[in-house]
């Protein structure tokens, strides 16, 4: 069983195994069709596409009214379909791939252990790692028998909003936030319509768990920059813009061995959506 990452060499044997499940989740904050439009392009043999902004995503606001976010998680019930409808089993080793280092692979990676599925890995190095053992990108999109799948008991955490404002005055645990440093800072308004970041929190960048050939840095080395920011990992909370950048620093805490921190699903776009939480810029 593959938890946590996986390579092109290891996964090429298994793109036509029927107990194996390839799901391409490329995808761009600025152009929403650009994930879709790369896979009709060409994608990894009998791989299919799972869409940020549909099966991995709900509702942004809910029924109570209130905005949660750019990307709040997906309703349960209605994930374990889109699960099944992709030919997942209880027993399915899923891999997850994108073009930008695991950046959106990694929410796949997380939703799945969200329901109670651990037999699910990231595409270590994605595309460019794939391509670069000459393997090749195809365009047929292979039909696939539905799947079982059945929810089972939760490998992950997640806090609310109320939470973490709570958070401001226990100062109980490390929030960390995976956006890029200037928007971080605020300096950035393209993506997010306030800029800044919560109170306290820290920022640590996905990319910086990637080595410069866009694969992950070792399990040594990441547990070694991560117990410098998150330590322990119980007591921090992961978030981004929007709930999916983070589940990167959630997959990289996990190779590192250091296990059980939270997300904020709802991340800085659902915090900021309310102008009576503090907000701060500039460096922490």
Not at 99 to 109: N, Q, T, V
Not at 218 to 233: N, S
Request: proline share 7%; hydrophobic share 45%.
């Amino acid at each position: 069983m593959h938890t946590t990452l996986i390579d092109a060499a290891t996964l090429a044997p298994h793109v036509t195994d029927p107990a194996w499940v390839i799901l391409d989740c490329r995808h761009d904050l600025m152009n929403p069709d650009a994930g879709r439009d790369g896979y009709a392009i060409g994608h990894i043999q009998n791989a299919q596409f799972a869409g940020i902004d549909d099966e991995l995503s709900g509702a942004k606001t809910g029924a109570d009214g209130v905005f949660h976010g750019r990307h709040p998680l997906p309703d349960r019930a209605a994930l374990i379909e889109a699960l099944r409808d992709w030919g997942i089993n209880d027993d399915t080793q899923v891999v997850a791939y994108d073009a930008h280092g695991g950046m959106y692979a990694a929410r796949l990676w997380w939703l799945l252990r969200w329901i109670g599925h651990p037999a699910v890995a990231v595409l270590d190095g994605g595309l460019a790692a794939w391509q670069s053992q000459g393997l090749p990108l195809v365009t047929p999109v292979a039909a696939r028998p539905r799947g079982h799948l059945g929810e089972k008991p939760t490998l992950t955490k997640t806090v609310t909003v109320a939470e973490v404002l709570a958070n401001l005055r226990s100062h109980a645990r490390t929030v960390v936030d995976a956006r890029a440093p200037e928007r971080y800072r605020g300096e950035n308004e393209t993506i997010d319509p306030v800029g800044g970041h919560i109170p306290g929190a820290k920022n640590r960048f996905f990319k910086d768990n990637l080595a410069p050939d866009d694969r992950f840095k070792t399990a040594a080395q990441l547990k070694l920059e991560w117990a410098a920011i998150a330590e322990p990992a119980t007591a921090a909370i992961m978030q981004c813009g929007s709930g999916v950048t983070a589940c990167h620093n959630l997959l990289a805490l996990e190779v590192a061995g250091l296990p059980g921190a939270a997300l904020y699903p709802g991340s800085w776009s659902e915090w900021c959506a309310d102008p009576a939480r503090p907000v701060a810029t500039g460096t922490a």
